[in-house]
């Protein structure tokens, strides 16, 4: 296999490779990372000449060779990609719907002869995201964590994905939710420690405050869970743990809040405040729930 980049390679060098023949298989395949020249518009766009050479090589392909192209965004509209399309295969790789990837950990365990629970699958979806890559690696470090044999719960996600800065957040988002001062106050510089900016901290704390506000409001007027889903389009593990974070707020509270976490991002960015010191400040004060008082009604 040979691997091309169309940000340092020509066509010509990928062409040439395509035409040649296998020697230690039957088949010789040759991928292009083609980003730059399928995006359009950009300074790597293939010149009228390449694009009617890689015309001539798709007219008359060596039958021994498979040749990928694979691009992230590509222009539906350039010449380059009408030509590909015609005379290949197109095959798209999307991220799989949120809602999804619980059921893909469960059927990868299944096919490594293991169990996951769902509890511990959607756990882990959430820490992780859609990437299936990072995914497959995670799945992977837990089930060796829990020991052949074992099935998969919560806990082993929550021992082996720990270590990673998105969990930690996720530790100290549920600690200021459900009013765990103590934990709060020894998880967060944990999580400075492991470099994690005080602003993106900020930032997964105004981002939960608000959601958990949102929760809230809609629960009030009689939504369920999965018209929150749908509502929100946030992963379905964070709706079910948000609706039980959400009630134990009043939405004044929330409301409160969130207007600490503004206040506390407009004092680090002017200055007045020290970000570590600051973030520590609002940490305390949202878990305490000793938040200065709105004078405005909430809606």
């Known amino acids: 296999m040979q691997v091309f980049d169309s940000e340092e390679d020509r066509l010509q060098d990928v062409l040439e490779a395509a035409r ?60 380059v990609l009408k030509i590909l399309e015609k005379a290949g295969r197109v095959v798209r790789c999307a991220a799989p719907h949120p809602r999804a990837v619980p059921d893909w950990l469960l059927r990868r365990a299944a096919d490594r002869g293991r169990r996951i629970t769902r509890g511990a699958a959607q756990l882990l979806a959430a820490y992780v995201g859609s990437d299936l ?41 549920d600690a200021v939710a459900e009013q765990r001062v103590a934990d709060a106050v020894r998880l967060l510089p944990r999580l400075l420690e492991t470099g994690e900016p005080p602003l993106r901290v900020l930032a997964a704390l105004t981002r939960q405050v608000r959601t958990l506000l949102q929760v809230r409001l809609l629960l009030d007027r009689g939504l369920d869970p999965e018209q929150l889903q749908q509502r929100l389009r946030v992963h379905p593990y964070v709706i079910r743990k948000s609706v039980q974070q959400a009630r134990r707020w009043e939405p004044r509270g929330l409301a409160e809040g969130l207007a600490a976490c503004v206040e506390t991002e407009t004092d680090i960015k002017t200055g007045r405040i020290d970000d570590e010191a600051a973030l520590d400040l609002l940490v305390t004060r949202l878990a305490a729930r000793e938040l200065p008082a709105l004078t405005r009604p909430i809606r």
């Not at 020697?23 to 000449?49: H, K, N, S, T």
């Open 133 to 173: 890559g990072r995914l497959d690696t995670e799945l992977a470090k837990v089930l060796d964590f829990a020991g052949a044999g074992k099935t998969v719960d919560e806990t082993h996600v929550r021992a082996v994905a720990s270590a990673g800065a998105t969990a930690r957040i996720f530790d100290l988002l």
């Open 20 to 79: 040649q023949l296998p020697m230690f298989g039957p088949r010789r395949v040759v991928i292009v990372q083609a980003d730059a020249w399928l995006r359009g518009g950009g300074r790597g766009a293939l010149a009228e000449g390449e694009v009617d050479a890689l015309a001539a090589y798709a007219a008359d392909p060596v039958p021994s060779t498979t040749l990928a192209f694979a691009a992230s965004e590509p222009d539906r509209r350039l010449k």
